[in-house]
């Protein structure tokens, strides 16, 4: 069964670095999504990408969080300048189509920042 | 906006017994509705989910959930608990006319389940 990848599955890096996160989304969908998970806390939306460009963004995905599709397989989300508030678990999802589909989630990179 | 509220952070049952794992949510439109499962250190499962046609909705591992819009609840039932079903259930909510298709999602819900 086809499945969301995520790498790396653990990343640790200083306060004001920046971060790339990498996610290969199931292969023929569309849509992709960007979430985290404070430990602790509820999975939160950050944001949503179609067509190569930005659906609808979460409040949280603030100038320092972007992302992209570089190439036909990748979705990134990148934090240009890590804060220790960043600490979480970043999950990646995608879908075929918007209607009645579900999102299909990755294993989550969980991003320590010091 | 969409919200939604999972009662009780942590369930305890006995194995065999009866799990209820209850979500209410809020929307101003109707919503798709959705229940996913995340075991220890691995991503989030979809177990079910609602997209308006029948009310009652059976997933996988035996367990399923009724959408009752007058009571604006989604609960999840299990008739008999397993060990292997120890693990965070959270409810989320999408709004049938939103463009990113976003989830909003409960606080979550550790089940744990007794010998």
């Known amino acids: 069964e086809p499945e969301v990848t995520q790498t790396p599955s653990h990343q640790v890096t200083q306060m004001g670095q920046e971060v790339i996160l990498r996610c290969v989304p199931i292969?023929?969908?569309?849509?992709f999504y960007w979430y985290r998970q404070i430990l602790g806390q509820k999975v939160e939306f950050l944001v949503s990408?179609?067509?190569?460009?930005?659906?609808?963004k979460s409040e949280i995905f603030d100038d320092q969080f972007s992302v992209e599709r570089p190439d036909g397989s990748n979705f990134t989300l990148k934090i240009r300048s890590t804060k220790l508030e960043d600490s979480a678990m970043y999950f990646c999802?995608?879908?075929?189509?918007?209607?009645?589909?579900?999102?299909?989630f990755g294993p989550g990179t969980r991003l320590t920042v010091l | 906006a969409q919200s939604v509220t999972q009662l009780g952070s942590h369930v305890s049952v006995s194995e065999g017994a009866l799990v209820l794992l209850r979500c209410n949510y809020s929307?101003?439109?109707?919503?798709?509705l959705f229940w996913y499962v995340q075991y220890p250190n691995q991503g989030l499962q979809l177990l079910l989910k609602?997209?308006?046609?029948?009310?009652l909705v059976k997933g996988i591992n035996g367990f399923e959930a009724e959408f009752k819009k007058s009571e604006t609840s989604f609960h999840l039932t299990k008739p008999s608990a397993h060990m292997s079903d120890a693990a965070e259930y959270f409810c989320?909510?999408?709004?049938?006319?939103?463009?990113?298709?976003?989830?909003?999602f409960g606080g979550g819900t550790r089940l744990m389940v007794k010998p």
């Open positions: 999802a995608s879908i075929k189509s918007r209607v009645t589909d579900t999102q299909y």
């Open positions: 292969s023929n969908h569309l849509y």
């Open positions: 990408f179609y067509n190569n460009e930005i659906s609808e």
């Open positions: 929307s101003s439109v109707p919503p798709y």
């Open positions: 609602y997209t308006s046609a029948a009310t």
């Open positions: 989320a909510v999408s709004p049938t006319n939103n463009a990113g298709n976003m989830l909003t």
